[in-house]
């Protein structure tokens, strides 16, 4: 039986994106603290990437594992293909931002670290749901279960069974 390599994959994506609501809220934290303003909206988003990529892992490990039922849906198939594509949007565009917000500012101490820690945390985890968004694309694509069916050898488990009933 083939391991399904996708859930540990989830797990590194929840894990970095916990990482990286930590460290950026550190340094909205010290921004309000220091500047006593809010938090460039650059931060501010790579607080929100994180924050929607919790909620979106729900449906996304949810639903293959709980209710692959609901997935014999076109609509719920894409539903989370476009959920996934989202998300990896975000953590692209968050990281990128934050990326040129520091390139050009003058920043040394423990807050600049943070902000470029956190920035190649992002960079890690755009590439982890990058990975994930284009092995479902093509799943999608040539017909399959996007990695989140009942697969058992490249065969979905129960398909061609036929249940016979007496008298037929």
């Not at 293909?81 to 423990?110: K, P």
């Not at 999608?140 to 249940?163: I, L, T, W």
Request: aromatic content about 14%; charged content about 10%.
């Amino acid at each position: 039986m083939a391991v399904n390599w996708i859930l540990p994959v989830r797990g590194v994506q929840a894990v970095l994106a916990i990482t990286v609501l930590g460290l950026m809220a550190y340094v909205s934290s010290w921004w309000l603290s220091h500047w006593r303003e809010s938090s460039p909206s650059e931060v501010n988003f790579l607080i929100f990437a994180p924050s929607w990529t919790v909620l979106a892992l729900v449906p996304l490990i949810a639903m293959p594992w709980r209710f692959s039922h609901l997935l014999s849906s076109s609509l719920a198939k894409w539903g989370l293909l476009t959920l996934e594509g989202l998300t990896m949007l975000f953590w692209f565009g968050g990281f990128v931002a934050l990326a040129v917000f520091l390139s050009d500012r003058i920043c040394f101490g423990t807050v600049c670290d943070v902000a470029r820690a956190s920035t190649a945390i992002s960079a890690f985890n755009w590439v982890a749901w990058a990975i994930t968004f284009v092995v479902s694309v093509v799943k999608m694509f040539k017909g399959g279960d996007m990695g989140f069916g009942r697969r058992k050898g490249g065969v979905d488990v129960g398909a061609g069974k036929v249940d016979m009933h007496q008298g037929v």
